[in-house]
């Protein structure tokens, strides 16, 4: 599995790299994927994600976490790639999350950044996927498989 973690800005410390990457695998290891995955996680300002929320969503405002799949609405090539033992990764696409609004959140629902950080990984991850909460049983289905995660990490509230 590969887990590339972009932070330009220098915000995480090494233990919250690792919390990150150990979270990413215990989340795939829970959706029984395959190995030979690849994920792209950036964390950046409440500036840069309120960029990308309008360009991308029209939302004109920061976001705590937004997720890119590369496989959504496509067909599965890089799947069909790996089938074919070609030795190629399937990227699963992009998680972005907001620094920024990961330390005001914590604050908020009073725990520590490092839950709050875990949580988002695990939120954009499921997103990439296909996990939605769109409905009141899709986001039923993903927080409980969110919040379980987290609790097999030992994050839980």
């Known amino acids: 599995m590969i887990i590339d973690i972009m932070d330009e800005g220098e915000r995480l410390n090494s233990d919250q790299y690792e919390l990150i990457e150990r979270i990413v695998k215990l989340t795939a290891e829970r959706l029984s994927l395959q190995p030979e995955i690849e994920v792209d996680i950036s964390i950046v300002t409440d500036r840069e994600i309120h960029e990308l929320n309008l360009n991308y969503r029209g939302i004109d405002r920061p976001t705590d976490v937004l997720s890119f799949a590369l496989e ?35 604050e908020e629902y009073r725990h520590s950044l490092d839950r709050e950080l875990a949580f988002l990984t695990v939120h954009g991850f ?6 939605d909460h769109q409905t009141v049983e899709e986001e039923q289905e993903m927080f409980q498989l969110q919040e379980e995660v987290l609790k097999d990490y030992g994050l839980e509230r």
């Open 72 to 106: 959504e609405g496509e067909p599965d090539s890089w799947s069909e790639l790996s089938q074919m033992n070609v030795g190629l990764n399937r990227h699963l696409g992009d998680i972005i999350i907001s620094y920024d609004q990961a330390v005001r959140q914590s």
């Open 126 to 131: 499921l997103h990439l996927n296909g996990y």
